[in-house]
């Protein structure tokens, strides 16, 4: 290891183990502050003593991840957190080659992004780790596994020799959610009537975005009732955001939606009465769906 003198070496899935003593291997020589708490309680005597906070010895938690938000119309519509992305900082200087080759599932190529990546199974999380000692935490789906696997990375980087401060300044950035009203939207009519708050593109994109003020959410809104809800920082602010869009969402709604008979399990879909009695002939001898009246005369005489 002291023969490695490029920087531009990956190390990834590697761990080096110090020869440990019988006592090192003991938990009763971890000192108090930096052992977890066998009762699963939260190590405040350590935070009061001034060390790192470590996690509480309790397995992580599905709850939060779905969320029950009023629609502003008396009813309730199902949020799912698909994301919850928070950052941390360690107050302290850290060196990204000894935390790759001493922990287990990590990536460092400094070449390609000057942070160690490094990942826990419970709960699910990944970590971008800095020299400066700060700390992005992604992949989790609630605010208490969030917080868990923060304070996991920051035990972790203690054993190896770095020691954070008392207070690591845990905030969560951005939650992403997802959500579907159950109807198909008329996306034009939407950003005709909402142009100051909303953008629609459909040669770029897909969706229409609508940038809602308070909260500050933004909403990807698909014409297949389908929503994404992102910039939240808390589940509130998804609910309370939500709950505002929600009869906008209602009053662009599509009216009289059917699937054709025979197409694909009805997946195609059209305005009732827009396809004519007869069926428009094509020119290829088929049969095609027209707009009205006149298009129907139109496609006759072709």
Request: aromatic share 6%.
């Amino acid at each position: 290891i002291k023969r490695i003198t490029h920087i531009d070496i990956i190390y990834k899935n590697k761990m080096v183990v110090p020869q440990q003593s019988p006592s090192d291997t003991n938990p009763s020589n971890i000192p108090p502050a930096t052992a977890p708490s066998a009762a699963g309680a939260a190590p405040t005597s350590a935070t009061a003593a001034g060390t790192a906070a470590t996690p509480a010895s309790h397995t992580p938690s599905l709850a939060g991840s779905v969320i029950e938000a009023s629609d502003g119309l008396g009813g309730t519509t199902l949020i799912r957190i698909q994301n919850m992305s928070s950052t941390a900082n360690l107050g302290v200087r850290l060196d990204l080659k000894q935390i790759a080759l001493r922990c287990r599932n990590t990536e460092f190529n400094p070449r390609r992004f000057g942070a160690v990546i490094m990942r826990l199974r419970e709960p699910r999380a990944t970590a971008l780790i800095f020299a400066s000692g700060k700390m992005c935490v992604t992949g989790t789906k609630s605010a208490h596994n969030s917080s868990l696997a923060a304070k996991k990375f920051a035990y972790i980087i203690e054993r190896v020799g770095f020691k954070p401060q008392s207070y690591i300044d845990f905030k969560v950035q951005n939650i992403v959610g997802t959500a579907d009203v159950g109807f198909p939207i008329r996306l034009e009519g939407l950003v005709y009537a909402h142009s100051k708050h909303s953008s629609y593109e459909p040669e770029l994109f897909p969706g229409l975005i609508y940038r809602l003020q308070k909260p500050r959410v933004v909403f990807l809104i698909f014409v297949s009732g389908k929503i994404v809800i992102t910039g939240a920082k808390t589940e509130m602010d998804l609910s309370e955001a939500l709950r505002k869009v929600y009869p906008l969402l209602v009053e662009y709604k599509k009216a009289n939606v059917v699937g054709v008979p025979g197409m694909a399990g009805g997946m195609l879909q059209y305005q009732q009465g827009r396809l004519p009695a007869g069926g428009g002939k094509g020119a290829g001898g088929g049969k095609a769906i027209t707009q009205g009246g006149e298009a129907d005369a139109n496609m006759e005489e072709v």
